[in-house]
């Protein structure tokens, strides 16, 4: 028989899986299913703390690293299209979700692990590079309309009277797809499947 090491006149019934200190059913604390003495519980504290803190410097940086990433593309396959007269326009669809993609497994390595605000994030720049896609595409049909010789003056009242809100409005079905695919790919990549949070069961206070 062996006795507490904090409480001599108590019997221990586990030992400490850190230090292997004797433990009594008043200072035995509990993390993670195993058995901790108070020390080691405040030391495992303060190293979850840390870990927190250091995910939440990974989460912003995948964030700042992915928008920019985003936006880059999006605006340079833009000039691209505008370099090949839209000859690529027709991949564009395709190519955005491409981005998205692996935008999402990028952010998710850079992380190493699913955070909410990690699927936050993807979510608000999906959405951004399939928009930013339909953007490119709105820019082709005032493209196209200016390739048939309008005038300026037709031009501008055509770009007034088809608007960006009304070609998002009016997309077709494979359009809407692509963009419900983006977000399925975003949750299905970085949707967090556990919690993260530590959780600490303390003893019961003993007379």
């Not at 993670?32 to 003495?37: D, F, G, H, K, R």
């Not at 839209?86 to 992380?111: E, H, K, S, Y």
């Not at 494979?174 to 975003?186: C, P, Q, S, T």
Request: charged share 20%; proline share 2%.
């Amino acid at each position: 028989m062996t006795f507490c090491e904090l409480h001599k006149e108590r019997e221990t019934v586990s030992e400490c899986v850190t230090c292997g200190k004797g433990l009594c059913v008043g200072c035995r604390f509990y993390a993670a299913s195993e058995p901790y003495c108070e020390g080691c519980t405040k030391e495992l504290e303060r190293e979850y703390t840390e870990f927190r803190k250091k995910q939440r410097q990974r989460v912003l940086f995948a964030g700042i690293a992915g928008s920019s990433a985003g936006v880059a593309l999006v605006l340079g396959w833009q000039w691209a299209m505008f370099r090949t007269g839209f000859g690529m326009a027709m991949l564009t669809p395709f190519l955005m979700f491409l981005a998205v993609g692996g935008l999402a497994f990028g952010m998710l390595r850079i992380v190493g692990s699913r955070t909410v605000a990690l699927f936050v994030i993807g979510a608000v720049l999906a959405v951004g590079i399939l928009i930013g896609g339909e953007y490119i595409m709105y820019d082709y049909k005032l493209y196209q309309a200016a390739q048939q010789g309008l005038t300026a003056e037709k031009l501008f009242q055509f770009k007034t009277e088809n608007t960006f809100s009304d070609h998002l409005i009016h997309m077709g079905v494979f359009d809407y797809a692509f963009i419900v695919l983006g977000m399925v790919f975003v949750w299905r990549r970085l949707w967090p499947t556990r919690k993260e949070e530590l959780v600490i069961l303390r003893p019961l206070a003993m007379e």
